[in-house]
């Protein structure tokens, strides 16, 4: 029997339309991915704890902007599926890009954030993916409502 992570048996049960666990606001969304998105800048990767520490330790330097009140005082599966919600999000938004720069005899690389611009391409291959064979009715309504907003996105 393979290991799921408590975080994600949460995110699970909790029953929102879009993922996120039940409870947090637009706001506390917003915060929680500029966070990580902040976090992913300077580290450049970061495992799910330093994600957390990001989001509510003020890990990211001269960031002490208070953590939002809805964030504060949960459980810490709570905590964990904001975090993990947070890196999607993040990352769904944007992606870290890798560019070799040739300044003579050193290659420097470096890395800058681009934004991800869905297309009407994007939906489609999601709509496809929906009418194969063998998903679990719970992955195909999942795949359908991520092409039903994407697509609303797309218009």
């Known amino acids: 029997?393979?290991?799921?992570?408590?975080?994600?048996?949460?995110?699970?049960?909790?029953?929102?339309?879009?993922?996120?666990?039940?409870g947090i606001t637009e706001v506390g969304?917003?915060?929680?991915?500029?966070?990580?998105?902040?976090?992913?800048?300077?580290?450049?990767?970061?495992?799910?704890?330093?994600?957390?520490?990001?989001?509510?330790?003020?890990?990211?330097?001269?960031?002490?902007?208070?953590?939002?009140?809805?964030?504060?005082?949960?459980?810490?599966?709570?905590?964990?599926?904001?975090?993990?919600?947070?890196l999607l999000a993040a990352s769904g938004r944007q992606v870290w890009v890798a560019e070799q720069v040739s300044s003579g005899k050193k290659t420097k690389t470096t890395k800058e954030w681009h934004p991800v611009a869905v297309s009407r391409a994007d939906v489609e291959a999601l709509e496809a993916v929906r009418l194969m064979t063998g998903l679990r009715p719970t992955a195909r309504e999942r795949v359908q409502e991520l092409a039903e907003v994407l697509g609303k996105l797309v218009k």
């Open 29 to 86: 969304k917003e915060f929680a991915t500029q966070r990580i998105i902040a976090g992913l800048e300077k580290y450049g990767q970061l495992t799910l704890d330093m994600a957390k520490g990001c989001i509510f330790d003020n890990y990211i330097d001269g960031s002490r902007e208070p953590v939002p009140e809805e964030l504060k005082g949960v459980s810490w599966d709570w905590l964990y599926g904001v975090t993990h919600r947070a």
């Open 1 to 22: 029997m393979p290991y799921v992570p408590k975080h994600l048996e949460f995110l699970s049960r909790s029953g929102t339309a879009d993922g996120w666990p039940a």
